[in-house]
């Protein structure tokens, strides 16, 4: 099932050899209906919400494929000409409806993000991506950690290569089992052995104002480098020459 932000969605019901699109509403408050559709899809399909717009995605194997279609929350049906066939995808794990991308994986487990306002043109393949993984749709970026289990990795959905990177202990938290976003700046990882949440924060800037005959305080500066750091390059050492006056 899936439900958008307007409290609308829809829910698979499993029948003999086929799913029912029912149509889920509870938008009125104290109101909640459900209501079976005339739309079926076959058994084992999925539905992808999204909490960034009223559609969903719908994704049905067909062979060795998947058929996937966009649907209306508000209208309650299939948008018309918008069911696609999607090849070597083994699974679907997130749909962001104000960016217009499905994301997936693909046969070589590579990460693979669709266009979904374009037919679903593939925009984006990304290798070496472990799992467990989670998609933030509020800034377009997923959150992996690393197959030994001792980094957090920030990775753009179009882009090729993290572009953060962050040391994490999860040696009390056992057996890696999810990743989700739990807001913009912090996520929850779950284990076998427990919950961890893992807090990004950004440094803050300080202004420091020096007035004339003022008591300074001592001031403490904190660097990263961000690659191997090198001493400068210098022609000469640096000297003086002073002519006494007579």
Not at 54 to 80: H, K, N, T
Not at 141 to 155: F, K, N, Y
Not at 215 to 229: C, H, R
Request: charged share 20%.
């Amino acid at each position: 099932s899936s439900i958008d932000q307007n409290g609308r969605g829809i829910l698979l019901g499993e029948t003999v050899g086929e799913s029912i699109v029912h149509v889920i509403d509870y938008s009125d408050a104290g109101d909640f209906s459900i209501v079976a559709t005339d739309t079926s899809l076959s058994t084992g399909s999925m539905v992808l919400a999204s909490s960034s717009g009223p559609r969903s995605v719908l994704a049905s194997q067909v062979g060795g494929d998947f058929a996937v279609s966009l649907w209306s929350d508000s209208l309650g049906q299939v948008i018309e000409g918008s069911t696609h066939q999607l090849s070597s995808v083994n699974r679907f794990f997130g749909f962001d409806d104000a960016a217009g991308i499905l994301l997936a994986r693909d046969a070589s487990d590579s990460v693979v993000v669709f266009d979904v306002d374009s037919n679903f043109a593939l925009l984006n393949q990304i290798s070496n991506v472990s799992e467990p993984i989670a998609y933030d749709s509020v800034n377009g970026r997923l959150a992996t950690i690393s197959s030994d289990h001792d980094r957090l990795d920030l990775w753009d959905a179009l882009g090729s290569a993290p572009f953060a990177s962050f040391d994490v202990d999860l040696s009390d938290v056992g057996e890696i089992r999810d990743l989700i976003w739990k807001d913009s700046r912090s996520l929850l990882l779950l284990g076998a052995d427990g919950l961890l949440e893992i807090n990004l924060r950004n440094a803050d800037s300080l202004t420091v104002t020096v007035e004339a005959d003022g008591v300074i305080d001592d001031l403490s500066f904190g660097v990263v480098p961000l690659s191997d750091n090198q001493p400068p390059e210098v022609a000469a050492e640096l000297s003086w020459t002073l002519q006494e006056d007579s």
